[in-house]
Nanobody, 127 residues
Framework: QVQLVESGGGLVQAGDSLRLSCTASEGISSSFAMGWFRQSPGKEREFVAAVSRSGSVTHYADSVKGRFTISRQNTKNTMYLQMNNLKIDGTAIYLC????????????????????WGQGTQVTVSS
């Protein structure tokens, strides 16, 4: 059972940047993809970004494209999310997940397919 721990959240002002990390308890280099999702009170979990096994392929939600960058470093069992120009609607708990098997890149935004999840890290963006 892979355990995931997110870190790097905090309280920032609109326009600021944050870098989130997701560290796995064991090797993740064989996983098909890893992803970041976020959930706000009263809202469903929302896809943010995903990265392929090698890190060479990425996919972003339209709402964060151009502002967020996802990456992974398999030698450190860690995935990152660099978030620039944060907006107030970015306030949420950010969760990382591991998608073990190849379900097709077109489905990486479906959180129901992910096998492991972290507990999340809170990001609060104020005006």
């Amino acid at each position: 059972q892979v355990q995931l721990v997110e870190s790097g959240g905090g309280l920032v002002q609109a326009g600021d940047s944050l870098r989130l990390s997701c560290t796995a308890s064991e090797g993740i280099s064989s996983s098909f993809a890893m992803g970041w999702f976020r959930q706000s009170p009263g809202k469903e979990r929302e896809f943010v970004a995903a990265v392929s096994r090698s890190g060479s392929v990425t996919h972003y939600a339209d709402s964060v494209k151009g502002r967020f960058t996802i990456s992974r470093q398999n030698t450190k069992n860690t995935m990152y999310l660099q978030m620039n120009n944060l907006k107030i609607d970015g306030t949420a708990i950010y969760l990382c997940g591991v998608l073990k098997t190849n379900t097709g890149w077109g489905r990486v935004q479906d959180g129901n397919l992910y096998n492991y999840w972290g507990q999340g890290t809170q990001v609060t963006v104020s005006s």
